[in-house]
């Protein structure tokens, strides 16, 4: 029900943020040292907040799923689990997520934003019910993955000195674009339900054609701003030591979303989980190797 694998979408670029925190001193010649258990607790936080807000989302959307060809062999509406067990689910996610932030004790920042965070994941699930741009609230909903991930492992500078948190706003603008694109591509398929059953979303409003160009655009700019995060010095954050490896994969970032685009068309959504999925898990599993042995080597 959770769809696991889903994880890719947000964690590398999470893992991201955290590689560059650990590999790049701060404008004060500061670092910040690699610790096991700051990776778990990266790595604990992104799955229970993940598993929390995707729980809440099948809770919320149980009824309209049950309604939609699609989606009706959804667990919950086929009945294949009940809806007490999702509740619970869904809570012991929530405690997992809050608790997970005590990993990034003394800083505790991740610890007071934890709920804010958490409603606003959850919030997603009802966006749809009033306005178009729900895809981009799901944007901003994953672009807190490598914003998060610097505050918890830089809280205190970042809050001396808010320059330091320009890698991981360049990220996650990036992962706002990239995942309200995709998102955009997946919810053709249900524009007809979302027009008859009175809910919001792009495909709905601009229909398929324009909603796919939006999607193009978004991704356009995605692989624009990534242009500009080796250049974030110039703007008063830290430098980053992102050469060859990081343009190749840039390049071929570029590639596959165009790619994405000539295989889904208007008159032609068969190959839409492909786009979604497979294609998106390459670029940000492609990302994360790149940028690694880029600060690395």
């Known amino acids: 029900m959770i769809r696991f694998s889903h994880t ?5 670029f999470a893992l991201m943020a955290a590689g560059m925190v650990w590999t790049v001193p701060t404008r004060q010649g500061d670092t910040v040292s690699f610790h096991w258990r700051r990776l778990l607790g990266i790595l604990v936080c992104m799955v229970c907040a993940r598993s ?3 729980a809440f989302n099948r809770l919320v959307d149980r009824d309209l799923d049950r309604e939609n060809p699609r989606t009706r062999q959804r667990h919950l509406p086929a009945g294949t689990v009940s809806l007490a067990s999702v509740i ?13 932030t005590l990993f990034f004790l003394p800083n505790q920042l991740p610890l007071w934003l934890s709920l804010p965070v958490l409603a606003f994941l959850m919030a997603y699930s009802y966006t749809k019910r009033f306005t178009a741009l729900a895809h981009f609230w799901l944007g901003f909903a994953l672009m807190l993955a490598p914003i998060s991930t610097w505050i918890a492992l830089r809280g205190q ?8 948190l320009w890698p991981a706003g360049v990220l996650g603008i990036a992962v706002l674009l990239w995942v309200a694109g995709f998102d955009m591509i997946y919810a053709c398929q249900d524009v007809a339900f979302d027009t008859n059953a009175r809910l919001h979303s792009l495909p709905a409003r601009l229909g398929v054609a324009g909603a796919l160009r939006l999607a193009a655009l978004c991704h356009l700019a995605m692989i624009g701003v990534l242009a ?11 430098p980053l030591r992102l050469g060859w490896i990081y343009a190749s994969s840039l390049f071929g970032a570029g590639l596959l979303l165009a790619y994405e685009h000539t295989i889904v ?15 998106n898990a390459i670029i940000s599993i492609g990302l994360l190797i790149a940028i690694t042995l880029d600060l690395l080597i």
């Open 8 to 12: 890719v979408f947000a964690l590398p």
């Open 228 to 238: 500009c995060l080796p250049m974030v010095h110039y703007f008063g954050g830290p």
């Open 157 to 164: 500078v970042v809050l001396q000195d808010a320059g330091d």
């Open 52 to 54: 929390a807000a995707m």
């Open 88 to 100: 619970w689910f869904t809570v012991l996610a929530s405690i997992g997520f809050v608790a997970g």
């Open 265 to 279: 068309r208007p008159d032609d959504l068969s190959r839409v989980n492909i786009a979604f999925f497979n294609m």
